[in-house]
């Protein structure tokens, strides 16, 4: 559905000197320095693949979609979204395509809701069969009727992003460009967001594209993930690999009968190196940390349970914004699966 070939996007600004001198300078002869926000980025996403792409602010995720849905002009390489190249033929490749701006709108500030989506409907000229249709399930996933004849501008943050996200899906798009969808929402908005999504993806087969910071947002819907920093893709895979190789450091957490006294040996009974485990007691509380490809969450729980009364535990798994850090920390270039 979509393919991206060594595609690069530079940016071109001047920079001055500081005070007036500088500022004179810098009429006659300003510094010209070239910014690369994408640089020579490849990746090929098939129909009906919900990819989250995800990286710093300033990384260059929004400029690659921008190239994608054909606002912005590659420097170089090639572009094809579904065999369109979208900076080439904009009105074609916008018919097939919908797009959410976390902090943006597509519908008419001062109108009724319900009118927007009336404009919508001529704009891309959806049958009358098919737009009942998609109200209808638009109400069933987003519950738009409460505030479907209301003004735009009258909408909280919540109900605009709900009505945007039916927006951008009112002419089923074959993709769907979602930056930044749930920004500022509260729990039940993105719980509604995310099975709109899904329904549609399940429904349609849409290929979906998701920049976002929430990474609860890309565990919720996404099997692949594409990370981009300083305008480069540091790793392209399946996020359940990412886990496995990035993700290995496991706790498990256990609220004893009775205060710790026993100091015993616990890498001794586990029968493993004392290096490979991380003990903490308060009173009644014992963590213990290691890798769970050295040691499993069912050996450590059975070992403490036959020497401890245990009365509750808890198991805790690095999560995916843990991962994301140590890579982006770690400098890494090249993370593709051994």
């Known amino acids: 559905m979509i393919e991206a070939k060594h595609i690069s996007k530079s940016f071109v600004k001047y920079e001055k000197e500081k005070g007036l001198i500088g500022m004179i300078k810098g009429f006659v002869n300003a ?25 710093a602010n300033g990384a260059g995720k929004s400029t690659t979609i921008k190239m994608l849905t054909g606002i912005l002009t590659p420097t170089s390489g090639e572009i094809l979204v579904d065999g369109i190249i979208p900076y080439k033929d904009r009105v074609r490749n916008a018919r097939n395509i919908g797009v959410v701006f976390g902090q943006r709108t597509q519908l008419w500030w001062d109108l009724p809701l319900v009118e927007s989506f009336s404009i919508l409907k001529e704009i891309y000229q959806v049958s009358n ?33 709900r009505a945007d996200i039916a927006a951008s899906l009112l002419h089923n798009p074959k993709v769907l460009y979602l930056d930044e969808p749930t920004i500022g929402l509260d729990v039940n908005a993105k719980l509604k967001m995310r099975q709109a999504i899904k329904t549609m993806n399940k429904t349609f087969k849409t290929t979906v594209i998701l920049t976002t910071h929430d990474l609860d947002d890309i565990e919720e819907l996404c099997n692949r993930i594409l990370i981009i920093d300083n305008g480069k893709i ?27 006294t026993d100091f015993v040996d616990l890498a001794h009974l586990m029968e493993v190196d004392p290096k490979d485990i991380i003990v ?10 290691f890798d769970k490809r050295i040691l499993s969450v069912a050996h450590v729980a059975q070992v403490i349970m036959k020497n401890y009364e245990v009365t509750d535990l808890k198991i805790m798994e690095t999560d995916i914004e843990s991962i994301v850090s140590r890579i982006y920390n770690e400098g890494k270039v090249n993370v593709s699966n051994d």
């Open 31 to 55: 510094k010209k320095v070239i910014k690369k926000a994408v640089d020579n980025v490849s990746f090929t996403i098939q129909e009906g693949e919900v990819i989250g792409y995800i990286g």
């Open 129 to 161: 069969e098919d737009y009942k249709a998609r109200m209808e399930m638009f109400e069933d996933v987003l519950q738009l009727s409460e505030f479907i004849k209301s003004p735009v501008r009258t909408l909280s943050l919540g109900q605009r992003m």
């Open 234 to 260: 540091i790793y392209d895979g399946a996020l359940s690999d990412i886990k496995t190789k990035y993700g290995s450091d496991t706790k498990v957490s256990f609220v004893l009968k009775e205060a710790w």
């Open 280 to 289: 903490k007691v308060d009173e009644d509380k014992l963590e213990i940390g």
